[in-house]
């Protein structure tokens, strides 16, 4: 078995141009590799160490159980839906845990001086140098470069995949709310709350073709490493 170091991905993601200062999103499920030393807590302390406290590590801690049943695809049976409704926690910025990529960002919410934000169902974590308004952003902004996904648009940005395809990227669904490509939905998520708070945001939904399209304005660079699927996205220009 070939295993891999704390070094292997450190020289790994510095031939991607990762380096002092970069922000990072992260993207990461190593459910599909053997060999890793310290699995998630090895990554998120590679990057940490790499870009410093002056760059920056973003993470998706996305909750969909806090959204309305019906948004769930029959998930639940449409005769409960009011009893579910009426017993949903809702979601909180704390206790809520994250259902994308579990392992990596459940992990890195507990880590020192991470902060989450607000969004009921797409919430991100920062950590390192960030502008604390991304942590507020307005709730149809969750997945678009001008809100949580805002410092993807500086030069030393970056999407990081670690076992993730390109087609799966948030920077590809991000291009699709800048284009307002795929389909628009409404989505409603309930909060924690004494009453029965609730909010209700738009998303862009895109299949895979649109995905693939929407790869073209972006730049990807594949590791040349004997690890696979780990890619760093771009905004093109």
């Given at each position: 078995?070939?295993?891999?170091?704390?070094?292997?991905?450190k020289?790994?993601?510095?031939?991607?141009g990762?380096?002092?200062?970069?922000?990072?999103?992260?993207?990461?499920?190593?459910?599909?590799?053997?060999?890793?030393?310290?699995?998630?807590?090895?990554?998120?302390?590679?990057?940490?160490?790499?870009?410093?406290?002056?760059?920056?590590?973003?993470?998706?801690?996305?909750?969909?159980?806090?959204?309305?049943?019906?948004?769930?695809?029959?998930?639940?049976?449409?005769?409960?839906?009011?009893?579910?409704?009426?017993?949903?926690?809702g979601f909180h910025?704390?206790?809520?845990?994250?259902?994308?990529?579990?392992?990596?960002t459940?992990l890195?919410?507990?880590?020192?001086?991470v902060y989450?934000?607000?969004?009921?169902?797409?919430?991100?974590?920062?950590?390192?140098?960030?502008?604390?308004?991304v942590?507020?952003?307005?709730?149809?902004?969750?997945?678009?470069?001008?809100g949580s996904?805002?410092f993807?648009?500086?030069?030393?940005?970056c999407?990081?995949?670690?076992?993730?395809?390109?087609?799966k990227?948030?920077?590809?669904?991000?291009l699709s709310?800048?284009?307002?490509?795929?389909?628009?939905?409404?989505?409603?998520?309930f909060?924690?709350?004494k009453?029965?708070?609730?909010?209700?945001?738009?998303?862009?939904?895109v299949?895979?073709?649109?995905?693939?399209?929407?790869?073209?304005?972006?730049?990807?660079?594949?590791s040349?490493?004997?690890?696979?699927?780990?890619?760093v996205?771009?905004?093109?220009g």
């Amino acid at each position: 078995m070939e295993i891999y170091t704390k070094e292997d991905f450190k020289q790994i993601f510095i031939d991607l141009g990762i380096q002092k200062g970069s922000k990072v999103l992260l993207e990461a499920d190593l459910d599909r590799y053997s060999g890793l030393v310290g699995n998630c807590q090895m990554l998120i302390e590679t990057l940490q160490e790499l870009i410093g406290d002056t760059g920056l590590l973003c993470m998706p801690c996305f909750s969909y159980s806090c959204l309305d049943p019906a948004c769930l695809d029959n998930y639940f049976p449409y005769e409960k839906w009011k009893e579910v409704r009426e017993n949903l926690p809702g979601f909180h910025v704390i206790y809520t845990p994250s259902e994308i990529y579990k392992d990596c960002t459940n992990l890195f919410l507990r880590y020192k001086d991470v902060y989450r934000s607000n969004h009921p169902v797409y919430s991100f974590a920062y950590w390192g140098n960030f502008d604390e308004d991304v942590l507020k952003v307005d709730v149809n902004d969750a997945l678009s470069f001008h809100g949580s996904l805002s410092f993807l648009n500086e030069k030393n940005a970056c999407n990081l995949l670690v076992g993730v395809s390109p087609e799966k990227s948030l920077m590809v669904q991000a291009l699709s709310n800048e284009y307002q490509l795929g389909k628009t939905i409404v989505q409603r998520a309930f909060l924690r709350s004494k009453r029965q708070l609730t909010k209700s945001f738009i998303v862009q939904v895109v299949d895979d073709e649109i995905s693939r399209d929407l790869l073209d304005g972006l730049d990807v660079l594949q590791s040349e490493s004997s690890l696979e699927n780990v890619y760093v996205l771009r905004k093109g220009g």
